[in-house]
């Protein structure tokens, strides 16, 4: 999981001047008003520091963190630039040239605007869901682990974030496996689920007697990409991964989630080190294998998030082709691009918006020269 941005010291403002927030502080939320952002825009272009056009960029920035409940590190996250930065750029203190920043400002805005046009359907409980909820509440309520498989892009981890989501009042603990682990990095990541510091100070065996004062038999750790740490890291980190994990599960008797590709599922039960993994994969008393595609309801279901009918004819065909090769995130993400399209159309979605989307890709995933 990646940390949060560093937080910058504080900066004391002019006398008299607004402040946005505990600049210093650990929530660093933007106090400034409105009128205060309007005078500094003001202020900016009677002395030329700024044209209209970068002024109205300085509101809408101001606006959109305000309206999403920003931080300043948040917002600078979002434009690209420092929490010091975006403090200096919306009380007119930045001491150079203010084209710099707004030109990031701009870049967002823009990113910003043309995801505006995606229709937001939320999450959608597929058939996936309901299988891993089941999974995940059994897990939980029976205290044992339980071991998740299928194919990637059929939800897996949307599922899982969601039922943490759900089981979010200090329940769950959800954990992503990182891409090449070290055995510390990944006690540190367990310990950011359980809001254990994680400071270079704090040495790695306190951090683990802390992570297991955290948890207890109430809690659910949901540890996914579980097989990242069979297929990108080297045996004996992967060993440490493997041992800790079932340390936790030894030691509080909480339930836990192991959510990985098939590929996890060869490697544990059959790989090379099959026989290490054993102690840990015989305590699980449920093995969920989802299909590898997506049936019939779910398709409907989803279409029907967008406000479709189901899909018939030829972008049924290419529907099963997308499910074949990638799975059902890139439907949704075909439905979104094609809601897009019409958006822009100025027309309702409809199945001919995503057999143009569709049929956009090949032409450009095929080299075609435009005619």
């Not at 044209?51 to 590190?73: D, G, V």
């Not at 029976?142 to 969601?162: A, N």
């Not at 065909?317 to 075909?334: F, H, P, R, W």
């Not at 309702?348 to 020269?369: I, N, Q, T």
């Amino acid at each position: 999981m990646p940390t949060a941005p560093a937080i910058p010291q504080k900066v004391a403002p002019p006398e008299n001047q607004p402040t946005l927030g505990n600049v210093g502080g650990a929530q660093n939320y933007i106090a400034l008003a409105g009128d205060a952002v309007h005078k500094t825009c003001e202020a900016l272009l009677a002395r030329g520091a700024v044209t209209e056009e970068q002024a109205e960029l300085i509101r809408w920035a101001f606006a959109w963190a305000k309206t999403n409940n920003l931080s300043l590190a948040g917002a600078g996250d979002a434009f690209g630039l420092s929490p010091t930065t975006v403090q200096r750029v919306f009380t007119g203190q930045y001491g150079a040239d203010y084209a710099g920043p707004l030109a990031k400002i701009a870049n967002a805005r823009r990113l910003v605007e043309a995801r505006s046009t995606r229709k937001d359907v939320g999450f959608i409980e597929t058939s996936v869901w309901r299988r891993i909820d089941a999974a995940c509440t059994s897990a939980l309520n029976d205290q044992m682990p339980v071991f998740i498989y299928g194919p990637s892009q059929i939800g897996k981890t949307t599922c899982l974030l969601e039922f943490a989501r759900r089981h979010n009042h200090g329940t769950s603990k959800y954990v992503r496996m990182p891409a090449a682990c070290t055995f510390a990095f990944f006690v540190q990541s367990v310990a950011r689920a359980c809001f254990i510091p994680t400071s270079r100070q704090t040495r790695i065996n306190d951090m683990r007697e802390r992570i297991a004062h955290a948890i207890d038999s109430k809690n659910l750790l949901i540890v996914d990409e579980f097989h990242q740490a069979l297929v990108t890291v080297g045996p004996l980190a992967a060993t440490q991964i493997m041992e800790f994990i079932r340390e936790i599960y030894d030691r509080t008797g909480c339930g836990i989630v192991l959510s990985a590709t098939n590929v996890g599922e060869t490697e544990l039960e059959r790989g090379e080190r099959a026989g290490i993994y054993d102690q840990l994969r015989r305590r699980g008393m449920v093995k969920l294998v989802l299909p590898p595609k997506a049936g019939a309801a779910d398709l409907k279901k989803i279409a029907a998030s967008f406000d479709l009918p189901p899909p018939e004819g030829r972008y049924l065909d290419a529907v099963q082709s997308m499910l074949a090769l990638s799975g059902t995130g890139m439907y949704i993400k075909y439905l979104q691009a094609a809601h897009s399209l019409a958006s822009r159309r100025g027309k309702p979605l409809s199945w001919e918006h995503f057999g143009a989307v569709w049929d956009g890709m090949r032409k450009l995933a095929s080299g075609a020269p435009e005619a």
